[in-house]
């Protein structure tokens, strides 16, 4: 079973920065589109930002200005850096591999919680 692992959420003020990081198996990650999506208590789940494995970003609107995706395939690892944050931030935040080779394969991790207080 492929499992991604999630870092850095936690609890910080509104205005404040926090830096997501989901380690990936190294056999896919070189393979997989990544993203980050997020659940806040009674919402859906939604993208958050993705980037393609050239290193093409896309982002939320309610994001963009704020949160930069980035990845690096030394370490297999996908981050989230999120600044400006504001209470409707608030959710938990999942990373996201998905891919076609060897055979189409989509994974979720756990779940990290980001708590934005005003």
């Known amino acids: 079973q492929v499992q991604l692992v999630e870092s850095g959420g936690g609890l910080v003020q509104a205005g404040g920065s926090l830096r997501l990081s989901c380690a990936v198996p190294?056999?896919?990650?070189?393979?997989?589109?990544m993203g980050w999506y997020r659940r806040a208590p009674g919402n859906q789940r939604e993208l958050v930002a993705a980037?393609?494995?050239?290193?093409?970003?896309n982002y939320a609107d309610s994001v963009k200005g704020r949160f930069t995706i980035s990845r690096d395939n030394a370490k297999n690892t996908v981050y989230l850096q999120m600044n400006s944050l504001k209470p409707e931030d608030t959710a938990v935040y999942y990373c996201?591999?998905?891919?076609?080779?060897?055979?189409?394969?989509?994974?979720w991790g756990q779940g990290t919680q980001v708590t934005v207080s005003s």
């Open positions: 190294g056999v896919i990650f070189g393979l997989s589109t």
């Open positions: 996201r591999s998905t891919g076609l080779l060897p055979r189409k394969y989509d994974y």
């Open positions: 980037i393609s494995t050239g290193g093409s970003t």
